[in-house]
């Protein structure tokens, strides 16, 4: 059967000193398959747009600012992910540069700048905690993982660069 998954981006923003992230703690919407969870920005890819216009769509849409830099960290292949058990391909982002000031909140939940030392501390998509310091790190070759989801839990996690 042919892998068909849902593609989307997920990007993590850095204040301009580098020292914070900008992340979404899902707390808005009652029957959110992420509530309670801190996420980056993103979402999914649209027909007729390459993955960095679609990070840049998504920034914008859910904190109100503008990417100028970005650079591709990764990806990862999330079998059985979604709320029904959808499999998700993502893009991951660095984004070390943006215009505008980001919004405090928007329909998923509240926008909170957190210390990079800090972030491991939240409540995470388990999986998150693997590879997050690869979205961080100083090599500046991209990541590839696989992290196959069953029942809501993370099963495993393998990664190339």
Known sequence: MPYTPIVATLGYVLSPDRRRVLMIHRNARAHDHHL?????????LEPDEDVIAGMRREIVEEAGIDCTALTLRGTISWPGFGKHGEDW?????????????????????TLEWVDRERLLELPLWDGDRHFLPLVFDDDPRPFHGV???RDGSMVSWKFSR
Not at 36 to 44: A, D, F, I, P, T
Not at 91 to 106: C, E, I, M, S, Y
């Open 36 to 44: 309670g969870k801190y996420n980056g920005l993103g979402g999914k």
């Open 89 to 109: 391909l993502g893009f991951l982002f660095l984004v070390t540069a943006f215009d505008g000031t980001p919004l405090t909140g928007n329909a998923e939940g």
């Open 147 to 149: 992290m196959p989801y």
